[in-house]
T-cell receptor, first 110, second 113 residues
Framework: GNSVTQMEGPVTLSEEAFLTINCTYT??????LFWYVQYPGEGLQLLLK?????DKGSNKGFEATYRKETTSFHLEKGSVQVSDSAVYFC?????????FGKGNQVVVIP | DAGITQSPRYKITETGRQVTLMCHQT?????MFWYRQDLGHGLRLIYY???????DKGEVPDGYVVSRSKTENFPLTLESATRSQTSVYFC????????????FGQGTRLTVV
């Protein structure tokens, strides 16, 4: 079946640093790709999405581009803030449901 | 209140007991989902439903039962709780399955002792 792989381990960085979280996928067909964010004590919420190859999703300064040739959907932000501290999940669509990666905790230090 | 709500937010139960987690959404979304979140595993789909009276297994359905007699409710029952079912459970809903955004509840933290 379809699956998503996220880089291992938490990410700790200083405020205003550049953030990259890697996400690669395995899929038959052409799934939609998503990034969800989970702030402490809350449920997940959609951060951005892309529905076809070469689409770029963007929101709140975050961006990710659907790369079919490398089967990737890496999340980037040019200058993080303390308020970006959260867990970030990559996901793809599969038969009317979402398959999630394991998530990456991001900690931004002032 | 509009949205998707889960109850209870926290629950402690004993091994072998039956426990039901509730999920209610006010948007009349067709699809509803139950996930569990565990360290090192991320979110794993337990069951989902495409409409009232239609349910299907996800990745980790064993030990769980769901029903959907009304579009807005999707309860999850642990028939005989085990310690391995200690987890945070999230309910979600969406209008068109995985094509559109899924909206998540705040979660239920279940501890089985």
């Amino acid at each position: 079946g379809n699956s998503v792989t996220q880089m291992e381990g938490p990410v700790t960085l200083s405020e205003e640093a550049f953030l990259t979280i890697n996400c690669t996928y395995t899929a038959t067909g052409y799934p939609s790709l998503f990034w969800y964010v989970q702030y402490p004590g809350e449920g997940l919420q959609l951060l951005l999405k892309a529905t076809k190859a070469d689409d770029k999703g963007s929101n709140k300064g975050f961006e990710a581009t659907y790369r079919k040739e490398t089967t990737s959907f890496h999340l980037e932000k040019g200058s993080v803030q303390v308020s970006d501290s959260a867990v970030y999940f990559c996901a793809l669509s599969e038969d009317n449901r979402l398959a999630f990666g394991k998530g990456n905790q991001v900690v931004v230090i002032p | 209140d509009a949205g998707i709500t889960q109850s209870p937010r926290y629950k402690i139960t004993e091994t072998g007991r039956q426990v039901t987690l509730m999920c209610h959404q006010t948007w009349s979304h067709s699809y509803m989902f139950w996930y569990r979140q565990d360290l090192g595993h991320g979110l794993r789909l337990i069951y989902y439903s495409a409409a009232a009276d239609i349910t299907d297994k996800g990745e980790v359905p064993d030990g769980y039962v769901v029903s959907r007699s009304k579009t807005e409710n999707f309860p999850l029952t642990l028939e005989s709780a085990t310690r391995s079912q200690t987890s945070v459970y999230f309910c979600a809903s969406s209008d068109q399955g995985s094509i559109t955004e899924a909206f998540f509840g705040q979660g239920t933290r279940l501890t089985v002792v």
